[in-house]
């Protein structure tokens, strides 16, 4: 396996920081700690760099908190030095990340993503009468740090690089040495390329055609049931044995009962929204108008919650539902709903 290298001198370019910052601070310019690091920015980047030449990084600055939407989770956030620090290695190491993904790989990819994956898995629901889901038992947490470093290791052969991934993994942990943070750029980096390894299984060993990924989320096509059966024995033993994760009892179905993906079922001839979706939407919805009514959002601020929310629902077929939320919480008056929410779809 060809290997990268001489990579960390271009992670500490002054002019690769300065874009980090940029990259950074981006939607977080009010912040305290962005404004505070602008202040003195000459001063920051030249410590970091210094930090860099001098691999004398102190990593693990995290804050800690807990969301509930769409599910339970903690998210480990870095100081913005760190994740200056973050983006600055990513630009230079995101080609050799990237180039390592198979096609059918989806999640925190330019020009790929959660709709992009949909439409893929749409298709193939199209054209086969089964499916085989799988997702990894709480992933983020289950990563194994010294594995994690050997196979990047495998294509990255720059030492004080490796120095430093080893750094930013050790600095987490859920158990001895195992887990890495969810919220910071660099595990979503890391946890991708992780579960690669099993794409590159999934396509070259097991000669799967028809498979997707978007993170731990995994889903595989046949005409055949049996077929499923023995390639998802194959897959989870591959998965427990080299990459020391758990799989969740397969869900193998066929695709006329509907395949639970991202947050919605979706059949050969439609897509829906499941149940938690729908009542995120009708919560969100509700919420956001509330903000914008009593000024407690400019009507930017408003368009930016918004704006993804509609993407979201628009995917699946829910114009009805849409009408039916129109009809409870009036955005423009004297408009029947179908036209209300086209100008409001406009606004956005």
């Not at 859920?174 to 969810?182: E, F, K, N, Q, T």
């Not at 992780?194 to 997707?212: N, Q």
């Not at 629902?313 to 939320?325: I, Q």
Request: net charge positive; hydrophobic share 35%; glycine share 4%.
């Amino acid at each position: 396996m060809k290997r990268t290298g001489n990579l960390y001198d271009q992670i500490a370019d002054t002019d690769n920081l300065l874009l980090a910052y940029w990259k950074a601070k981006r939607g977080k310019e009010a912040k305290w700690e962005v404004i505070e690091y602008a202040k003195c920015l000459d001063e920051n980047i030249n410590l970091l760099k210094k930090g860099l030449l001098n691999e004398t990084l102190t990593v693990g600055n995290y804050q800690y908190f807990t969301i509930y939407d769409p599910k339970k989770r903690l998210i480990c956030a870095a100081s913005f030095p760190e994740r200056v620090l973050h983006h600055a290695i990513m630009n230079v190491c995101h080609p050799v990340f990237e180039k390592f993904q198979i096609f059918d790989s989806y999640a925190t990819r330019p020009v790929k993503g959660q709709y992009a994956a949909l439409l893929k898995v749409k298709s193939y629901c199209q054209n086969n009468a089964w499916f085989c889901k799988l997702d990894v038992r709480k992933y983020f947490d289950s990563i194994d740090h010294e594995l994690l470093l050997m196979k990047l290791t495998q294509k990255f052969k720059d030492k004080r690089l490796l120095c430093l991934f080893d750094k930013i993994i050790q600095s987490y942990e859920v158990s001895s040495r195992i887990g890495i943070p969810i919220g910071n750029l660099t595990s979503q980096y890391f946890a991708n390329f992780y579960l690669g390894f099993a794409d590159h299984y999934m396509k070259e060993a097991l000669k799967v055609h028809h498979y997707v990924r978007y993170m731990d989320d995994m889903v595989f096509f046949s005409d055949k049931r049996s077929s499923l059966l023995e390639l998802s024995k194959k897959f989870t033993y591959y998965i427990d044995s080299d990459l020391q994760l758990k799989i969740k009892t397969p869900c193998i179905q066929p695709i006329e009962k509907g395949l639970p993906f991202l947050g919605y079922v979706i059949f050969n001839d439609c897509v829906r929204l499941n149940k938690n979706s729908k009542k995120r939407f009708f919560r969100k919805f509700q919420e956001y108008g509330q903000n914008l009514e009593r000024k407690l959002w400019s009507q930017k601020e408003y368009v930016n919650h918004i704006t993804p929310l509609f993407a979201f629902v628009k995917f699946a077929n829910t114009e009805s539902l849409r009408d039916k939320m129109l009809v409870k919480w009036k955005y423009a008056d004297g408009l029947e709903p179908r036209e209300s929410w086209r100008q409001l779809e406009q606004q956005c």
